[in-house]
């Protein structure tokens, strides 16, 4: 399973609001709700928060074994 706790502590270790990532990164809406419900994100996607928010992949998501 895939988690996206990184990702929230990320943004706040870097100050960095969800609001910013839709209004001045241009990331949707959508994206920020798929994540916020665990739900899939494309590589595309993971590669853009990566290079906006200055992070590695393990810094936004992180594997869970079940």
């Known amino acids: 399973m895939i988690s996206y706790e990184p990702f929230f502590k990320t943004l706040l270790t870097k100050g960095i ?3 910013h990532l839709i209004y001045k990164q241009g990331f949707s809406a959508n994206t ?3 994540i ?3 739900k899939d994100i494309n590589t595309k996607t993971l590669d853009a928060l ?3 928010l ?3 992949v ?3 998501i992180k594997h869970i074994k079940e």
């Open 32 to 34: 920020i709700h798929r």
């Open 50 to 52: 990566c290079f906006v």
């Open 36 to 38: 916020k419900h665990g």
């Open 58 to 60: 393990y810094d936004v």
């Open 54 to 56: 200055d992070c590695e």
């Open 17 to 19: 609001t969800e609001y």
